[in-house]
Structure formats: structure tokens, C-alpha cells
């Protein structure tokens, strides 16, 4: 079976677009999922109004970030979680092999964080830990996972529409290598999902203007009650 494979001039185009500083800047403050203007990320960037323009309009033709027109403004976001699985990967690659991994990420967004729209951090990777543990995920191909009988029924015990996230048109669920810890969190719809479930319980709560999360003294009784998870 054949595989259709991006030309070189198209990977060199992306890697070029994502290579810039500035526009590397724009990308990662995007990350947490979160539009912003081009004043925003022109700021984050550390240029001028004009140049932001010229790198947004880049990245938005190699399509990496997209816009959101509302009324009189713009705002900008990945394209995807798939863009944001690229940048979590290049910041893997950037910190370099060591013979013993030593941490440089700020506490905050090592505890817990956000990766596009699914927990990272050391909370991502422990909740991962618990699923594969709990029989609740099992490996597929490659990094995919799939749901087994016991992680269906338990989602759904959460409140999770496990048939609903499965129609969704991207990943299903699969292990996204978290940059700060070196191991995987939940990445996919799966991930979004739990995210989401926690957001909405107030299991854990969103840091202005930050990708970090914080953990709740709710969340974290109902983490150990759900998931045998101490956090």
C-alpha cells in the first residue's frame, strides 16, 4: 500500500515558518488553547504591529494557526492539535539528550498544565499512568490507544459520551510525550474529554493568562475516589 509522504519543499516551508523566533514565540503562546489578537502576540513576540501582521499571515498560509473574525477583530489559534503535538515534540528535541533528564520547566506548569486542549505536566502523565494501569486504555498502532469494554464503561460513569468523542473528526486518543516530564500524557479526543470533565467539576481550574493548571482540593479528592490518583 502506498503512503502519500508531504514534499520536501512543503516540510521545509513548515519547519521554516515554525523556525522564526518571533513567530516560535506566537506559536507557543498559543498552546493553551486560547485565541488572541495580532496587538497580543506582536507583544509576546517582541515586534511591531506591522511585522506580527506579516509572520501571522505566514503561519496562517502554511496552516498552522487560523483566525476568528469577530466584529471589528481578529483573533488567532492553532490550526489544531496536531500543530500542537509538532510544538510539544520540538520542545522534546530542544532540551537535548541527557544521561539523567533533569527539569527545567517553572513548578507551576510542571504540576499541571494544559497541552492544546488535554492536561499535561506531571498531573497528565500520573492520569495516564492510572488509565493504562486501571486496564481503561490499551495500546493500538503506533502511539494510538483505544478504549477497552472497562474504560468505555467507566467514562461513561463520568459522564463522558464515549460514542460522541468517537465521531469527532481527529485522533481518538493516543500517548502525547510531554515536554516537561519525558514520559506520556492523554493526548486526542480522549484527553480533551477529560480535560474538559475536570474543568467543568471544578476538579481543576485554568491560571490567568497561563497555561497552568491548579488542582483543587475537590479535584483532588475525587482523583483519589475515581482514579486512585494522589495529587
Known amino acids: 500500500m502506498s503512503v502519500d509522504l508531504p514534499s520536501d519543499a512543503a516540510v521545509s516551508r513548515i519547519a521554516a515558518a515554525i523556525g522564526e523566533p518571533a513567530r516560535a514565540r506566537m506559536l507557543y503562546c498559543l498552546l493553551d488553547n486560547r485565541a488572541r489578537s495580532s496587538t497580543e502576540l506582536a507583544v509576546v513576540a517582541g515586534v511591531s504591529p506591522s511585522t506580527a501582521s506579516v509572520h501571522l499571515s505566514r503561519l496562517a498560509n502554511e496552516q498552522l494557526i487560523k483566525v476568528v473574525a469577530q466584529g471589528k477583530h481578529r483573533y488567532y489559534s492553532l490550526q489544531g492539535p496536531d500543530v500542537a503535538g509538532v510544538l510539544e515534540g520540538l520542545s522534546v528535541l530542544a532540551g537535548g539528550s541527557r544521561s539523567r533528564f533533569t527539569p527545567t520547566t517553572p513548578n507551576h506548569l510542571r504540576a499541571a498544565r494544559t497541552c492544546y486542549d488535554h492536561m499535561a505536566g506531571a ?9 493504562r494501569a486501571l486496564g481503561w486504555l490499551a495500546a493500538g498502532r503506533g502511539s494510538a490507544y483505544h478504549l477497552t469494554p472497562s474504560g468505555s464503561k467507566a467514562l461513561a460513569g463520568l459522564g463522558i459520551d464515549v460514542e460522541e468523542i468517537r465521531r ?29 470533565l475536570a474543568l467543568k467539576r471544578r476538579w481543576v481550574s485554568r491560571e490567568l493568562d497561563s497555561r497552568a493548571l491548579s488542582v483543587t482540593s475537590l479535584g483532588r479528592r475525587e482523583m483519589l475516589a475515581r482514579f486512585g490518583l494522589q495529587v
Do not use: M
Not at 498531573?123 to 488509565?131: I, M, N, Q, T, W
Not at 481518538?172 to 477529560?194: M, T
Open 123 to 131: 498531573l497528565g502523565v500520573a492520569l495516564h499512568d492510572r488509565l
Open 168 to 196: 469527532l473528526r481527529r485522533r481518538f486518543a493516543f500517548a502525547c510525550l510531554d515536554w516537561s516530564e519525558r514520559r506520556s500524557h492523554v493526548g486526542g479526543a480522549v484527553g480533551a474529554a477529560l480535560l474538559n
